[in-house]
């Protein structure tokens, strides 16, 4: 069965296209800047040359004819016919508390997403674009929506609860939902498979660390408890936002500066972090480079990092009473030696004890300790592409 996976953005759309029968990817690209007359499209046939072009593309349904007709065309498609997608599965940043999992996309079940709206105002709507587009334009392939807050709602009321008025939850749903979902539920299913053990058996702390990071606690195959919370602004020191402060701080600078909520609301999420500490960078890769240099902020904002990931490590692993894997993933996660060092240093109590060649050299185990450490690349493409055919063939024994 071949799946399209989309993942629409405010003004950018993802997508890649799986053989599941052989979990085989065939293409993906990209096609940014949606919305202006110079919109890019990268498409990445496998196997085959890259195709890059400039284009005027007006709305998401544009972009999405545009991959099609790309995916179709004689010269650069891996497709015969269009009806060759039997499904499509697309990537919803936040499905509140009325999703727990993965589930087909109907006109019922497509209001209830229009609902969780009010939670992420910014990235719901593109992916109900994407949605709608597709219902149009893909009309004969089954749609699956794939939340990346449903992993998280195994979480209890310990978790998710906050220190704040409980009517804000009762009325206003005010909790933690955690994000990153699919990457987390990736990954730790990669580590139990790693470590042949059952995935319901082991304590697994997962690390998302990218330009956006979170950690999951996994206990027994569930997700128990995240860092970031009723937004992604929670949590981890990240590449613009904040993560956990003294909330009593953008409100005393509110008053001072005299700053709106919007204002306040774009220094926390594109001012601070990394890019807040250094003066500007947010790329991790320059932040080594010149805090290996010598610069004391880049190196400062490595350290402030770190020690947060370092905390949460710990706070999981007493949450949970143990910890049998440990796992990094995403672009920092996955690539950089330098953070997993730090991050490890001093965790020997909890049984890390990091083999420095094998840390250098990206190997998949990178502890000699009882606790294994793992580096496992995130798919979050072919995680929804997973979903999907899981949806459907739950649907399918059901009609049976
Ligand atoms: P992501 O959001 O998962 O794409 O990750 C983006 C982050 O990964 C950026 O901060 C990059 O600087 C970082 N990254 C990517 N490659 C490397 C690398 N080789 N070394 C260190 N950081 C990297």
Redesign the pocket.
Known sequence: MKVLVLNCGSSSLKFRIYQMDREELLAGGLVERIGFDDARMIYRPVGRESLEKTLPVKDHEKAIDLVLKTLIHPDTGILGNILEIEAVGHRVVHGGEEFTGSVAINEAVLERIKACVKFAPLHNPPNIKGIQASFWLIPFARQVAVFDTAFHQTMGPEAFIYGLPYEWYKVHRIRRYGFHGTSHQFVAHKAAEILEKPFKSLKIITCH????SSITAVRHGESVDTTMGFTPLEGLVM?TRCGDIDPAIPLHRMEEDQLTPSQMDALLNKKSGLAGITGGD???????EKAAKGSERHQLALEVFTRRIKKYIGAYAAVMGGIDALVFT???G???D??RRMVCEGLEFLGIEMNETANRNHKTRISDGKTSVLVIP?NEELAIAEEVIEVLERENQLVK
């Open positions: 660390l990218g330009n956006g590449g947010n790329d991790l890769r320059t932040i080594e995403a672009g920092i996955e690539n950089s330098t953070v995130t």
